[in-house]
Each structure stands twice: as C-alpha cells, then as structure tokens.
C-alpha cells in the first residue's frame, strides 16, 4: 500500500512539474541595451532559482521548485540567443525603435510612449512593443505626420 501511495505522490509531483513552454512570438527579437541586460539578469535569477531548488532533498519538492526556473530558463535563454541589440538612434527627424514619441489623440489626449523589444515592454511604464499597433503605425514617421489608428487619429508632437 506505501509503494502504490508512493507512486501516486509521484505521478502527482511529476504531473506539476510539467509547465507548458512560455510563448515565444515570432517577431524579431528587436532590443535595447537595458532590454538585453534585463533578459540576461531574468536568465540569471531563473538559474539561481534552479540551483537553490536542485539542494532540496525530497525529490517530488524539488520537481515542484525546479518547474518554474526550468520554464523560465528556456525562454530566456532563447530570447538571449535570440536578441538582437539595437543602437540607439542617432537622429530625430523620423521615428525608430527606441525613440519617445510623443502625440496627441484626436480626443485631446497626449501620450508619450519609448518603442522598445517586446519583453520590456511595459505599458504603465510607457514603453510600447515595437510590434504593438501603436507602435507600428507611428515607426517611419515624423513630428506633425498624422497617423490613422482604425478610426481615430494621432499626430505626432515630439520625438527624442
């Protein structure tokens, strides 16, 4: 009766340790110089956190705590391998990755959002995807340029 409980917990902690593999998107791995320093600095927690679970002695609970770093090491290290660094730009006149943008909405609204690698992308923080609509609209153009976004406007005020 102890070995078939013993196969349960197993085949339990087993079925936990089996994270799916996070998303990795299909866009260019575009990448600022702090985006690839985060990507690294993700990379290292993950196999920190991977190590400190590897010296637990009971083997279901150090399944249970290797799940997530093993997860997140692979994406990170993918996204690493992957990076490619952008310099930043040397020019205002027209909208690239890694420049501020600012521009106002046709309800009045002004936004100021930099275009950044997807991983550090951080909305609240205003910092856009390069792949984000906002962001693929505005890429190209220049201050005064108005950009269509479905039905409404943007027109763009500021770039640094």
Wanted: charged share 25%.
């Amino acid at each position: 009766m102890s070995v078939a409980f013993a196969k349960e917990e197993s085949a339990e902690a087993a079925s936990e340790t089996i994270l799916p593999a996070r998303p990795i998107s299909d866009r260019i791995n575009l990448v600022t110089e702090a985006g690839l320093k985060m990507l690294q600095d993700e990379l290292a927690r993950a196999q920190q956190a991977l190590g400190a679970a590897s010296t637990l002695e009971d083997v279901n609970e150090r399944r249970r705590q290797s799940a997530v770093p093993v997860r997140d090491m692979r994406y990170y290290a993918e996204r690493v391998r992957t990076a490619q660094l952008m310099p930043a730009p040397t020019s205002n006149e027209v909208i690239a990755f890694g420049h501020t943008v600012t521009f106002a909405r046709d309800d009045g609204r002004k936004q100021t959002f930099r275009i950044v690698g997807e991983d550090e992308a951080n909305p609240p923080q205003a910092s856009i995807s390069h792949g984000s609509p906002v962001a693929v609209a505005l890429l190209g153009k220049s201050v005064g340029d108005i950009v269509l976004m479905g039905q409404r406007e943007l027109e763009i005020l500021d770039i640094s």
